[in-house]
């Protein structure tokens, strides 16, 4: 099994994000189009935050207009952790780090989805739960 095969490996490094001044549904076709389940949220280059697929749904029970509706509005907002601190930080661990070790901080932060870290604090992707199970099990 590939519970120690390095998570660089189920990061797709040409995912797309957007940005906090995009809707809801261009988010949603986003994540339909590449078959992923979270995007990174950026603002002036910088990531501040994540939407996910829970996010829209929840959002749709309440409010359907996904078209006149800002990622703003509903994503979690967080900052990367580097060397400065940060107030809201994003649940996060470097690429370098194994398949076992990231269902391990995913499952003690309760989340299904980890923004990958690159050198330099750079963030790569956001993975999430299934793409590491695949990971783990193509090994």
Same mark, same amino acid.
């Not at 389940?37 to 749904?57: H, N, P, W």
């Not at 207009?65 to 661990?93: H, N, R, W, Y």
């Not at 499952?107 to 299934?130: C, F, Q, W, Y």
């Given at each position: 099994? %590939? @519970?120690?095969? $390095?998570?660089?490996?189920? &990061?797709?490094? #040409? ?5 906090? $001044? ?11 189009? /590449? !078959?992923? +389940? ?5 603002? %002036?280059?910088?990531?501040? %935050?994540?939407?996910?697929?829970? #996010? ?12 006149g +509706?800002?990622?703003? $509005? *509903?994503?979690?907002?967080? =900052?990367?952790?580097? %060397?400065?601190?940060?107030? @809201?930080?994003?649940? =996060?661990?470097?690429? !370098? ?15 299904r /989805?980890? &923004? *990958?870290? !690159? $050198? #330099?604090d +750079?963030?790569?992707? *956001? ?5 590491? @199970? ?6």
């Amino acid at each position: 099994m %590939g @519970f120690n095969d $390095e998570v660089s490996r189920a &990061v797709n490094r #040409d995912a797309p994000s957007v940005t906090t $001044e995009d809707t809801l549904l261009q988010a949603m076709q986003l994540m339909v189009d /590449h !078959g992923l +389940t979270a995007l990174l949220v950026k603002s %002036g280059g910088e990531v501040s %935050g994540v939407i996910t697929d829970t #996010d829209l749904q929840s959002r749709m029970e309440t409010n359907n207009d996904l078209a006149g +509706t800002m990622v703003l $509005e *509903i994503m979690t907002s967080c =900052q990367l952790i580097t %060397g400065q601190a940060a107030k @809201f930080p994003c649940v =996060q661990m470097d690429s !370098g780090l194994n398949v076992q070790t990231a269902l391990s901080i995913m499952n003690k932060a309760g989340m299904r /989805h980890l &923004v *990958i870290a !690159g $050198e #330099d604090d +750079t963030p790569m992707a *956001i993975v999430s739960n299934m793409d590491l @199970f695949r990971l783990a099990l193509e090994s």
